[in-house]
């Protein structure tokens, strides 16, 4: 089945404390991207990739590392989370960039005390 | 800059029809997408035009007026199911971000 994995879904951890979204798709797309949704501001984009190797700042970037070493995967890394990124992060992919239709996984609902 | 802007809310009853505007301003327009999200869930996508006029599928149709920068969904025969929020977004194209309307939670009721 053609799909977006994020793991883990639920996430409570400490201020300052490292940790790793996992982002995989099984689709081969080119194209990946992280987003956070908040209420009342919708969904911003925080990284996103057009290619293996190649990453780029979204509009949201500050706090969050992105790497993609291979084409399926593209972690999100919080270095030393805040309570500001608690949030519902979602992952994303699309064949190459340009395409019309995003795919997204189930969402990582994080909460930073 | 880049922005979309739609309504927050949209109250319609079991049946009608529902119509979500979206107007853009954006610096290059590639089309307009929309999504779906029920509450908690993953976006799923709707509908994408391109080109000015109506995109119908089943019971939702898109309209896009690239002159007017608008668009807008729209429900017919309305189901409990189709509470949820929808989302307007501007593809990557080339700038390879993706921009998205803060969204419209539509509540169907009995």
């Known amino acids: 089945e053609a799909q977006v994995t994020q793991n883990p879904r639920y996430l409570i951890t400490v201020t300052g404390k490292k940790l790793t979204v996992t982002c995989s798709q099984n689709?081969?797309?080119?194209?990946m991207s992280w987003y956070r949704q908040d209420p009342g501001l919708g969904l911003r984009q925080i990284y996103y990739?057009?290619?293996?190797?190649?990453?780029d700042k979204g509009d949201v970037p500050e706090g969050y590392k992105v790497s993609r070493k291979e084409k399926r995967n593209f972690p999100l890394i919080l270095e030393s989370p805040s309570p500001n990124q608690t949030s519902l992060y979602f992952c994303?992919?699309?064949?190459?960039?340009?395409?019309?239709?995003?795919?997204f996984g189930q969402g990582t609902r994080l909460t930073v005390v | 800059g880049q922005s979309l802007e739609q309504p927050s809310e949209v109250t319609a009853v079991e049946g009608a029809i529902v119509q979500i505007n979206c107007t853009y301003q954006?610096?290059?327009?590639?089309?307009l997408s929309w999504y779906q999200q029920h509450d908690g869930g993953a976006p799923t996508f709707l509908s994408y035009?391109?080109?000015?006029g109506l995109e119908e599928t089943g019971r939702f149709s898109s309209f896009l007026s690239r002159s007017d920068s608008y668009g807008y969904l729209l429900l017919q025969e309305l189901q409990m199911k189709d509470s949820a929020s929808y989302f307007c977004?501007?593809?990557?194209?080339?700038?390879?971000?993706?921009?998205f309307g803060q969204g419209t939670t539509l509540q169907v009721k009995p």
């Open positions: 994303a992919s699309s064949p190459q960039v340009g395409a019309t239709e995003a795919f």
């Open positions: 689709m081969n797309h080119e194209y």
């Open positions: 990739s057009m290619n293996v190797e190649v990453t």
């Open positions: 954006t610096s290059g327009f590639y089309g």
């Open positions: 035009n391109a080109l000015d």
């Open positions: 977004a501007v593809p990557p194209g080339n700038t390879g971000k993706l921009i």
